[in-house]
């Protein structure tokens, strides 16, 4: 079968953005002469996406016409269908204009790639959360990380390096052209996608052997970008599907790939994206079932395939496969649907993921009606591990138990000093019964802090929230774990004694660096400028930073590795009876601790 006979690309060309072989060696030298851009996981997604053809018709992040086309009608400006806006989030205070090249980096300092910037132009995040999200609720995850990024955002055609062979599942993450490959060597013309970012259930099963009757092949294509804390970790997941393709599905009617795209949680909009993106791929039929791309109760169950009724066929060019959802029904002793089933509620076998987790958690087993055998025990596994009953591991770590006082951990330092690093590595290793939450210093200020500029004054009081914050969730049973530069003693030392005379512990941990390697591992440049008078009120240079006398923990992230430090925080917490001492070390934190403690970019250096 040739590949020409394959579904178009989106917009009629595969895009391709990568720097051919030839031209890297001097490409990577001009991408050292410019000014960086740090990337998110989100962004550099995207970028790989748009790199690869995934997101053709692409060819880098939206200007204001597209952006604004995107949210109003779903289309590019010139017309073509594409739901989500991919976008490039610069910090207000950088300098850019159109005309301007700089390179991509990701939060480490390696370098992705280039940018033109053809547009530079400024989002309100309601608004694009209204319109991407239906909702502006802080709580979607989609809407909490727009409030969380910058506003400022720079559009243009971007110029992508050889991707590494370092990426994870590079094995199954098959380029479109790779994908289009495999898929005309076996012949295919009728191509079915399932896209999931969660273990395959039975029900999930059924629906995709449903679509294999009607179809010559199928893709298991799950998502393995960034999702959300509480969703099972990627490579627990692919270990699912791989025992389950290996086991129960035609091995020449079947591919498993890798979608590296990372989850928006936007519902219908999603489920359209999903199905461009597959047709990229060469999939030109997408099974489209409940809930698609969904989280809580935001959208109405079936409004995924709802959405696809505003386009009209030769709009989008893959056909979405509108398939009832499924569950195992003991009167009928099989699996069905509402069309093909009679009975009620009370006959069917549905296990919400809450209570999924909590069976595997608690070392149960999963009804084999369902999920397969094989996949529960990969699921029960990994929960087991993550409750801190699996052997113990080299790596110390510690648990949290229900029914435990809250307490607050105070994270303090230079710009760049592994703060928020270690925080979020903190709360993976610290996975237990209590909720967790993380004050970061430069999210206060995004939110909390909104309009407070960098007097003494106005740092005091954006410490004293994050205090008060930290307190209010102490109380009521949370870990709190600020990570906040506040610079000056006498203010820490106030929000602690706050603290103690309400009953709730405080840990204050330095984390402690020489400027010599911030300023080296600086990737924006920013105690380069700061160095040399550029930028004002830049604490640790032109503003003051008291160390604390004397700390509860004392950590060199110029010295030591993130697991280490974690060592040395997760003793003296199980020394003071905050913690138990467990075996869990979490899939997050696993992957942090592998980091040699730099912290993900630099922040604003003055909250």
Same mark, same amino acid.
């Given at each position: ?376 025990? /990969? ?175 004392? /950590? ?52």
């Amino acid at each position: 079968m040739s590949a020409l006979s394959l579904v178009e690309p989106h917009g009629g060309v595969l895009v391709d953005r990568l720097v051919p072989d030839a031209d890297v060696q001097a490409f990577t030298a001009h991408a050292a002469t410019l000014t960086t851009f740090v990337l998110d996981a989100r962004e550099l997604a995207d970028l790989e996406l748009i790199a690869t053809g995934a997101a053709s018709p692409l060819t880098g992040f939206l200007d204001s016409r597209d952006y604004q086309s995107v949210l109003d009608r779903l289309r590019l400006a010139n017309g073509t269908v594409w739901p989500l806006p991919f976008t490039l989030a610069v910090p207000e205070d950088t300098k850019v204009a159109p005309g301007d090249e700089r390179a991509l980096a990701d939060s480490n300092g390696r370098v992705w790639g280039t940018i033109a910037v053809t547009d530079v132009f400024t989002r309100d995040p309601v608004a694009e959360s209204k319109a991407v999200y239906g909702t502006d609720d802080p709580a979607h995850p989609g809407v909490a990380y727009l409030l969380a990024r910058p506003r400022q955002l720079a559009g243009g055609s971007v110029r992508v390096l050889p991707l590494g062979e370092d990426r994870p599942f590079l094995q199954y993450r098959l380029s479109p052209r790779e994908l289009r490959a495999r898929i005309s060597e076996l012949g295919w013309k009728t191509v079915a996608g399932f896209q999931t970012r969660n273990p395959i259930h039975r029900a999930h099963e059924h629906l995709t052997k449903i679509a294999l009757e009607v179809s010559d092949g199928l893709v298991i294509h799950p998502l393995v970008g960034e999702t959300k804390q509480d969703d099972v970790p990627a490579t627990v997941r692919f270990d699912a599907y791989r025992v389950l393709v290996d086991n129960y599905y035609p091995k020449d009617r079947t591919i498993l790939a890798a979608f590296p795209a990372a989850m928006r949680y936007a519902g219908p909009r999603e489920a359209v994206f999903h199905a461009i993106a597959r047709k990229n791929y060469g999939i030109n039929q997408i099974i489209v079932g409940r809930d698609h791309a969904g989280v809580g109760k935001y959208y109405e169950p079936l409004a995924a395939q709802r959405i696809f009724d505003q386009f009209e066929p030769a709009d989008l060019g893959v056909r979405p496969l509108r398939l009832d959802p499924t569950f195992y029904c003991r009167a009928c002793g099989t699996l069905a649907s509402s069309k093909s089933c009679p009975h009620g509620p009370n006959e069917r076998l549905e296990l919400s993921g809450t209570k999924v987790r909590e069976i595997l958690r608690s070392g149960g087993h999963l009804p084999e009606e369902f999920t397969r055998r094989e996949v529960a025990e /990969v699921l029960r596994a990994h929960y087991i591990k993550a409750s801190g009953d699996a052997a113990p591991s080299a790596a110390p770590a510690a648990g949290t138990r229900a029914g435990d006082p809250g307490f607050i951990i105070w994270f303090t330092g230079l710009s760049g000093a592994g703060k928020s690093t270690l925080a979020e590595a903190l709360r993976t290793r610290l996975d237990g019964k209590r909720p967790i939450e993380i004050l970061d210093g430069d999210e206060v200020r995004t939110h909390l802090s909104k309009g407070l500029g960098f007097s003494k004054e106005d740092r005091d009081t954006n410490i004293r929230r994050i205090g008060f914050v930290a307190r209010l969730l102490a109380r009521n049973g949370a870990i709190a774990i600020g990570a906040a530069i506040s610079p000056y003693a006498d203010t820490r030392a106030e929000v602690r004694k706050a603290a103690e005379r309400d009953g709730v512990a405080f840990v204050e941990v330095h984390a402690d660096a020489t400027i010599d390697a911030l300023a080296a591992r600086d990737v924006k440049g920013l105690y380069k400028k700061a160095l040399a008078g550029e930028i004002g009120n830049f604490t640790g240079i032109s503003d003051p930073y008291e160390p604390p006398p004397n700390p509860d923990v004392v /950590v060199r992230s110029d010295r030591e590795t993130v697991e280490q430090s974690l060592d040395r925080i997760l003793t003296t917490l199980s020394e003071r009876g905050l913690v138990a001492r467990s075996a869990h070390v979490g899939s997050r934190g696993e992957a942090a601790a592998s980091k040699q403690g730099a912290e993900a970019g630099v922040g604003a250096a003055r909250s």
